[in-house]
């Protein structure tokens, strides 16, 4: 038997788009709509299990209709752009999964499905329509089921004739006659003003069509009734008809070619970590496969059981091996040695054994090729052992070359530059339960293989740096920000036990009262922490309104209650009650698993390589990431205590970094003409935009203002900014508008940005720091205006984190300059955190400052403030 299913793309993107939170990638791109129907067509796919298959795309806002209405449709908001650059992504995904998609001029989607679905009726076909519209219920017959999603996306209700009947008391092919009566708000559809779903049922079922009632007027009981519908006969007739389905549509596209085979490609699993569906993907079950060519390829290569001086040369590629991730935990396996003299692996036990060789580890004076400078010489600290003469870093080149590049294995590296002869540490040591360290023989063969790439990877990667103006970036910035960021690492920071568990028992007693009070709001005990029982609470219970439903019930997620503040008390202390758990299991029993067992500290691991804008990254754990807008989340900052007796914790924050870099980069006379006079740029902006004086802007105007400015660089849309600031769409416009306005420079760096990204291929940081954006001229609207927004952002953001890690280099040689004591600790973002004798603040208050607002000149000062305490919470 042959089954057809056959989806409406277009509404159920749209459905998939607000049902969703607004999600994108790494690259900024959004994804929600895509995630959310590539969500539905597996579920859909996996269920109905169908021979043929088509999703149909609305073609455009006009269609046929128009013509006998103009207005049709016409009360529907323009589509936000999120969703519109998604809708190219989510018809590539379908041609990946080998799923036929079509669209006709002048047709709707609705009218694509109801043609090939009477097509397939008359091929004995059963036919499954997926669809959010009940319009498309007129469809339902012997043949034909469809299946209507719900609030959510991927719980749906199937509707055949019966399930039709038992909702509407009428028909599925009356459906249409409904419509006409009533009329669709949604599709501007007037139907008979006043005459709503009931009414149109009881007439419908004592008169069994719409031109029955007309035709018998007299018969209809209620005088004001018959009154409306002699006088919108016309409007009803012609309601109907727009509400009517075309079967009949000029559809070129033959059912049998429909044919679906369920296949997951390369491609397909390429595009899902592009868009980071890890979920999906594992969903799919796509495993990749490792090519095994590097294997094939002979690397002669000695095992060293002594070391002699003539082979510790003055230049060599050295790898440090490591299996682990985090390598404050790591054992070393060995060293890879490549030179002029050949390849060689060295065991652990033979280079700890001599003193010849870690002797040359410790020589400044030769010169060493690594993969991972920081994570090298921070593992070997942890041996005791020094790592210097690193004179090249294979990692950090790579990455300022391409920061688009996710892969940065030695492996990718290398292949990416005709060198086959190296595979990758996922190859050769698996992954997860499966890892293993094999015998010597094949450790010291993969070792050997990535130290000769490592020799002869160097210098290409030299060549493209200074090809590409990099190499000041390279060598003067990011090379001794390594070993600045791996001192920091190493050194870790003081965290007090006693103050994280006390915060953990009064967490603990503080979820235990709202318990109890949320329990007396809802009238009975029950577990707050089960999303089954607490949406039998609020919606059965309490009869709070539904906003979505799961296929497991109702749905208590974030977004669901926060749409519910006002209706209830006890929503705003369910989400306290949640949020207070969150900082409970996350941050304090998180970070108590995480002091380390040597120190009693907290080593953080700063990713240098990782963000394409150049900030730096913080993990396991992330120290940029405690919450600090809850106030129980701030006092988490009261256990990073300094390492001392006596000593203080001092923090400096650069204030409004990235809008600065703003004004100097646009070279807009009014932001810097605002910084230069030490205005609040935030109050700045509501005066200009609502035209009021300083003492006039309110809380909610600067608050606004406010959102503009971090928002306006990074593209927003009409849609994104109402969506923040819970203004209407035209509202937002009119306010992006008004600071364009104000602040022309800014509007005409804005487009200048985007005209030379689509010259040149990529924009630059202050610092040379390249962002590639080879989509920037792409005919794929969801991958252009990506590309649009980053070359708006990547400068600005980019310039920023340049200029602290520039701060970072200077502090550290300043402090070695001015013989202190003191520490750096910590960066958050665009602060730096130090630790220092009691003696010292009154000299850091003075070098600190200085220093971050001299890293770089612009055009506005840069400005910081600073502040100290006993401990991280105390000095902020």
Request: proline share 3%; charged share 30%.
């Amino acid at each position: 038997m042959k089954k057809l299913v056959l989806i409406d793309g277009s509404g159920i993107a749209y459905r998939a788009f607000f049902a969703l939170p607004l999600l994108n990638n790494d690259k900024g791109v959004y994804t929600n709509a895509v995630y959310g129907f590539t969500t539905m067509l597996l579920k859909i796919i996996e269920t109905e299990k169908p021979t043929h298959l088509l999703v149909a795309f609305d073609a455009g806002k006009t269609t046929f209709r128009h013509k006998t209405y103009k207005e049709y449709k016409g009360t529907r908001q323009k589509t936000p752009p999120e969703l519109s650059e998604q809708l190219p992504l989510i018809r590539e995904l379908l041609d990946l999964m080998g799923i036929q998609h079509y669209e006709k001029d002048q047709y709707e989607a609705d009218d694509i499905i109801g043609t090939l679905s009477k097509q397939a009726q008359q091929k004995g076909w059963t036919t499954k329509v997926v669809t959010g519209d009940k319009d498309l219920l007129q469809l339902v017959d012997d043949k034909v089921t469809v299946s209507l999603t719900r609030k959510g996306i991927t719980d749906m209700d199937d509707y055949d004739a019966a399930k039709v009947f038992e909702r509407y008391e009428i028909e599925p092919i009356r459906i249409i006659d409904l419509k006409g009566f009533m009329g669709d708000s949604s599709d501007n559809i007037p139907g008979v003003p006043g005459v709503g779903e009931k009414t149109a049922i009881k007439l419908l079922k004592q008169f069994g069509s719409l031109e029955a009632v007309f035709e018998d007027l007299e018969a209809v009981s209620g005088k004001k009734l018959k009154e409306k519908l002699e006088a919108n006969q016309d409007q009803a007739v012609m309601s109907k008809q727009l509400a009517t389905i075309d079967i009949h549509a000029p559809v070129d596209i033959e059912l049998d070619r429909l044919t679906y085979q369920q296949t997951f490609s390369q491609e397909l699993s390429e595009l899902f970590k592009e868009l980071e569906f890890s979920s999906l993907l594992n969903r799919i079950g796509f495993e990749e496969t490792i090519a095994g060519e590097s294997q094939e390829i002979e690397v002669k290569s000695e095992v060293l059981t002594t070391i002699e001086d003539s082979l510790l040369l003055k230049e060599s590629a050295l790898t440090v091996e490591i299996l682990e991730e985090n390598y404050h935990y790591a054992e070393i396996l060995g060293f890879g040695l490549a030179n002029e003299k050949g390849c060689y692996f060295v065991p652990k036990d033979v280079a700890f054994s001599s003193e010849r060789f870690k002797s040359w580890l410790q020589d400044e004076t030769t010169r060493k090729i690594v993969y991972d400078r920081k994570r090298d010489r921070v593992a070997l600290k942890w041996q005791g052992l020094e790592l210097k003469g690193v004179h090249f870093d294979i990692t950090l080149a790579s990455y300022l070359i391409d920061p688009s590049e996710s892969n940065h294995d030695l492996a990718a590296i290398a292949k990416r530059r005709d060198i086959k002869y190296v595979y990758s540490d996922e190859a050769f040591y698996g992954k997860g339960a499966k890892q293993q360290i094999p015998d010597e023989d094949k450790l010291a063969d993969h070792v050997a293989r990535k130290a000769k790439a490592m020799l002869e990877l160097e210098p290409l990667l030299a060549e493209e740096l200074e090809e590409n103006h990099q190499s000041s970036l390279f060598y003067e910035l990011e090379m001794p920000l390594a070993d600045v960021l791996g001192e920091m690492e190493f050194k870790g920071v003081d965290i007090s036990e006693t103050t994280l568990k006390d915060m953990g028992v009064e967490l603990n007693d503080k979820l235990i009262q709202l318990e109890k009070h949320i329990h007396a709001l809802a009238g009975t005990e029950f577990n707050i922490n089960s999303p089954k029982q607490l949406g039998e609470i609020l919606f059965e219970k309490m009869n709070l309104p539904v906003i979505k439903k799961t296929k497991t019930g109702y749905s208590t997620s974030a977004d669901v209650l926060e749409k519910l503040q006002g209706h209830h008390e006890i929503i705003d202390k369910i989400l306290e009650y949640r949020q207070l758990g969150k900082l409970n299991s996350t941050y304090i029993e998180g970070l108590l698993k995480v002091i380390h067992p040597k120190t009693g500290k907290i080593h953080t691991l700063y990713r240098q390589a990782l963000t394409q804008t150049g900030r730096l990254s913080s993990t396991d754990p992330n120290l940029q990431n405690i919450p600090i807008r809850l106030e129980e989340g701030r006092k988490i900052r009261k256990a990073f205590i300094p390492s001392k007796k006596d000593w203080m914790m001092f923090a400096a924050d650069y204030s409004q970094i990235e809008l600065r870099v703003l004004a100097h980069i646009a070279e807009d006379e009014n932001l810097i003409k605002a910084f230069k006079e030490d205005m609040d740029i935030h109050t700045k902006t509501a005066m200009d935009v609502f035209g009021v004086a300083e003492g006039e802007v309110t809380s909610l105007m600067r608050r606004h203002a406010k959102a503009v400015n971090f928002g306006i660089v990074y593209g927003i849309s009409d849609y994104g900014l109402s969506q923040s600031l819970g203004i209407t769409r035209k509202e937002a416009g009119e306010f992006i508008e008004k600071y364009l306005d104000s602040y022309p420079g800014v509007r005409r760096y804005m487009t200048e940005i985007v005209q030379q990204a689509k010259h040149d291929g990529y924009v630059t940081t202050l610092l040379h720091r390249r962002r590639y954006l080879p989509e920037i001229t792409s005919r794929n609207f969801n991958r252009r205006s990506f590309a649009e927004r980053t070359a708006m952002n990547t400068p600005i953001q980019g310039s920023a984190a340049d200029i602290i890690k520039l701060a970072m280099v200077s502090m550290a040689e300043r402090l070695k300059e001015e013989q202190l004591e003191a520490n750096m600790l910590l960066q958050v973002h665009d602060e730096l955190i130090f630790e220092a004798p009691k003696h010292e603040i009154d000299r850091l208050k003075i070098i600190v400052p200085e220093v971050m607002e001299n890293a770089k000149a612009l055009k506005v000062p840069l400005k910081v403030e600073a502040s100290y305490g006993q401990t991280w919470y105390d000095a902020k």
